[in-house]
């Protein structure tokens, strides 16, 4: 548990390379420690070594099956890798345990409009929404969801709302201030 915790604060102060280091030992001590194994794959996630990432939370999944935070990452990393649809299983498995999960409703939104099922992202937006009204990139891929169907006066205040809670949001900056959206 020691090598773990100090893992997860050494990568809270980025101090990514140390933390790794303390999850392999945290690994070395206990091979199926699902929290271990999952924070050691978001820091690989996070140098975007997504398919060093991915085992590390399918073992993690062995050793604890029904892990939401896990299937929320495991997503992510298969998202990235174009794995869309083994993404959006696991977002769904996420949203079994946990239905008021806001990161994956959002996560799940985005493989949905990836995917073309602009209808079904925008249900996923919106939730996120509800469960976390203060969910910046929530309202802009709304927003994004609502321009591709051309709804560009909905858009356009899904953005707003975007740069009102977060107003460094370059890609929400850059749609507003744009106007339109192809």
């Known amino acids: 548990l020691a090598h773990n915790n100090l893992g997860y604060y050494l990568s809270g102060k980025g101090k990514v390379a140390e933390a790794m280091e303390e999850y392999r030992l945290a690994l070395k001590i206990k091979p199926d420690y699902e929290d ?102 929530a309202h802009s891929n709304l927003g994004n969801a609502l321009a591709a169907q051309h709804k560009l006066d909905e858009a356009i205040q899904e953005y707003r709302e975007s740069l009102r809670l977060k107003p460094d949001d370059a890609q929400a900056k850059a749609l507003w201030e744009k106007g339109s959206v192809e």
């Open 36 to 137: 271990a194994l999952n924070n050691f794959g978001y820091a690989l996630a996070g140098q975007r070594k997504f398919s060093e990432a991915i085992p590390l939370y399918v073992a993690a999944l062995r050793a604890r099956p029904r892990h939401v935070e896990v299937h929320n990452n495991l997503g992510n990393a298969l998202s990235e890798t174009g794995k869309m649809d083994e993404a959006v299983q696991h977002y769904l498995i996420a949203l079994q345990q946990k239905p008021e999960h806001a990161d994956a409703h959002n996560n799940l939104g985005i493989a949905l409009a990836m995917k073309g099922k602009l209808d079904e992202a925008i249900t996923h937006f919106r939730a996120a929404i509800r469960y976390k009204p203060s969910y910046a990139s």
